[in-house]
């Protein structure tokens, strides 16, 4: 465990280099510009970034990208406590609480203590992932290709089940995925599969053009057209009430410890994400407090615990990603497309072989998510004009980029094409309550289920049993098994029961 | 208006077809070979899931009588437009090049998703000619992307 607090501290050295500085900069901005932009979320703003970011050196690439992603936990809360508008799904408790104390004149100490929430939030998921992630990894390294298949399946299951309330059409889009993912030369026999007769798609599709078009337009299509917010409305603040105020930290130490840790362990869970954790902190502080009637009325600790929990949620969301190359969230699937483009393979061997990347890339956390307290309060001007910044002034900027960005990937305008293909189909399948994790999981994840399905079955000669000779992969797959098929037995029990009885 | 459940119908038809569709080509790239699985292993049980649940998914939107709700005319046109406008793009950068196409582009998605209004467009034309100006620097000096 000490070896793993020594190769942080090198790994925040390294991440002191200019050039990942920089990457980490710029995401933790366009973070919070993303974070605080209503109808876009940090899924969107990774994705939108990916085959920008890619373009840099690799360390600093993915350095850039995740600071986008926990910058945006931070830039959410801005809109929700001036105007009363969430930037993004996970600040929606900030406003329940953050917007009347703004009302009531108290906006700057709102601000204060959902910034010092972030960074404590922030500052306990990174202390968590650094332990968690390097032990789960080294126990993943005793796994053998079964058992990640087996892994694979529970994952990709768990995020089917648990991320929408429609499971077929949760399966629907994951079968769609897998299939998206099978396009081009098989891996093992080398024959072109659903090609279409089209050479630009032998090599796949590469994933940033699908993450753009499914997260990036879809989310852009989908998003109704809102009269800007006015500005009128928006509460006013001094530049002294955001610093912060120990005081205001005394009073949601409980909160915002609690908020912290179930953020955390929340946000490890495939499929529930930021915004869940948030609800389920905010519930839990509201339950254990001894002020539970000022919940919802206007308390810094209504503040605090959600907006500690959805930071430490994003660090949590991460271990899946590093630990198993398991993407456990729209937002880390980008992530891991991002770690695929630049030639890395996340899992337990990415610790082995590339220990300076991992602890480099942590080490950048660590300065991101100090520097975004400074950040935020000089920015909070700024992200609450956002607010108010019209469609028709956003969305030409955001395709823009979007269209260099992929036709920069390789100088292709078939690459654009397909990308408005797929924000086509992301926004037919987002307002046909089709999640879209799922399908995005499917693309990741399918070659690598199919690979190592096909693999294991040569060697064993088509002898499917062979699933069942280790101990490990039997066990996760009989939770795979009870996860599919438990809840509808008991569902379909009490249905019986209640009929009977009536 | 447009009522989702018919579109969802719709599309789970669709999705039937494209379930058979996959499996059938999976049956051409073989299920098995020599070595054990062919390379329609995988492509004959997606498609089959697909197909199977895109059918479990027809038979409950029409026992059950789900309601998705509408989504408005407008909103499918804007979506329509702005595909289009992004197609145009393509087509037009090929004649004038990508920097001149982007901003019409911009100009276009700013026309489809904003207000009918003259303070909108004096604003719109000087954010679309700046952002251009910054497209350029990062992804042609800056990157050196070769545009077209």
């Known amino acids: 465990m000490f070896e793993a607090w020594g190769l942080l501290f090198n790994g925040i050295i390294a991440a002191s280099d200019p050039t990942i500085l920089t990457g980490v900069f710029f995401g933790a901005i366009v973070g919070l510009l993303i974070g605080a932009l209503p109808g876009l979320g940090p899924s969107a703003g990774v994705a939108i970034l990916l085959p920008i970011a890619v373009t840099f050196d690799g360390t600093a690439a993915i350095a850039a990208l995740g600071a986008v992603y926990y910058g945006a936990q931070y830039g959410g809360a801005v809109t929700a406590i001036l105007l009363g508008i969430p930037g993004d799904a996970s600040a929606v408790m900030t406003v329940v609480d953050g917007y009347p104390l703004a009302k009531r004149g108290k906006a700057g100490q709102a601000l204060s203590i959902s910034i010092v929430a972030s960074f404590i939030g922030g500052l306990i998921g990174l202390v968590l992932l650094t332990i968690f992630a390097t032990t789960i990894a080294r126990a993943a390294l005793a796994f053998g290709p079964i058992e990640m298949t087996a892994v694979m399946i529970f994952a990709l299951a768990l995020v089917s089940v648990l991320g929408s309330t429609d499971w077929i059409k949760s399966f629907i889009a994951l079968f769609l995925g897998v299939w998206i993912g099978m396009i081009g030369l098989d891996p093992i026999l080398g024959m072109p599969r659903y090609t279409f007769g089209e050479v630009m798609l032998f090599e796949g599709i590469d994933f940033s053009i699908l993450a753009v078009g499914i997260f990036g337009l879809a989310e852009m299509f989908a998003s109704p057209i809102v009269s800007s917010a006015d500005k009128s409305k928006m509460a006013r603040f001094s530049f002294r009430d955001l610093m912060p105020n120990f005081r205001d930290i005394k009073q949601c130490l409980n909160p915002l410890f609690s908020g912290s840790v179930i953020g955390f362990f929340v946000g490890i869970l495939p499929g529930i994400g930021a915004a869940a954790s948030s609800m389920i902190a905010y519930a839990f502080a509201k339950r254990t407090s001894k002020n539970k009637e000022a919940y919802g009325t206007g308390t810094l600790e209504g503040v605090a615990s959600p907006e500690a929990a959805n930071n430490s949620a994003s660090y949590g969301n991460m271990i899946p990603m590093f630990a198993l190359g398991i993407p456990g969230s729209g937002t880390t699937a980008v992530l891991m497309g991002g770690l695929l483009m630049i030639g890395l393979q996340p899992g337990p061997l990415l610790f082995e072989n590339q220990p300076e990347f991992v602890w480099t890339i942590f080490g950048s956390f660590y300065i991101g998510n100090l520097a975004l307290v400074a950040i935020t309060i000089l920015m909070v001007p700024l992200l609450a004009a956002c607010a108010s910044l019209r469609p028709g002034y956003l969305y030409p900027i955001v395709i823009g980029v979007v269209i260099f960005g992929v036709y920069s990937i390789s100088y292709s305008m078939f690459d654009v094409a397909l990308t408005v293909l797929f924000g086509l189909v992301g926004y037919v399948l987002t307002r046909l309550n089709y999640p879209v994790v799922p399908l995005v999981l499917g693309v990741i994840l399918g070659p690598l289920l199919e690979r190592g399905i096909r693999r294991t079955l040569v060697s064993s000669d088509g002898d499917l049993s062979v699933f069942l000779h280790s101990p490990i992969a039997v066990v996760v797959l009989a939770l795979t098994l009870s996860l599919l098929t438990v809840p509808r037995l008991i569902r379909h029990f009490n249905l019986t029961r209640a009929i009977s009885d009536n | ?148």
């Open chain 2, 1 to 148: 208006m447009i009522i989702l459940r018919y579109v969802d119908l719709a599309v789970s038809l669709l999705l039937v077809a494209f379930g058979i569709y996959i499996v059938t080509q999976g049956l051409a790239f073989g299920y098995s070979d020599r070595s054990g699985v062919g390379a329609g292993f995988f492509p004959i049980w997606i498609g089959g899931g697909i197909a199977a649940l895109s059918a479990v998914n027809f038979l409950k939107v029409v026992r059950n009588n789900l309601h998705l709700g509408t989504i408005e005319i407008s909103e499918v046109v804007r979506v329509v437009f702005t595909s289009a406008a992004m197609l145009g793009f393509i087509y037009l950068s090929h004649h004038v090049g990508m920097i001149a196409s982007i901003l019409v582009l911009m100009l276009a998605i700013g026309a489809i998703y904003g207000p009918r209004s003259k303070v909108f467009y004096l604003w719109l034309l000087p954010i679309c000619g700046v952002t251009t100006l910054f497209l350029y620097l990062i992804f042609r000096v800056l990157l050196g992307a070769l545009l077209i």
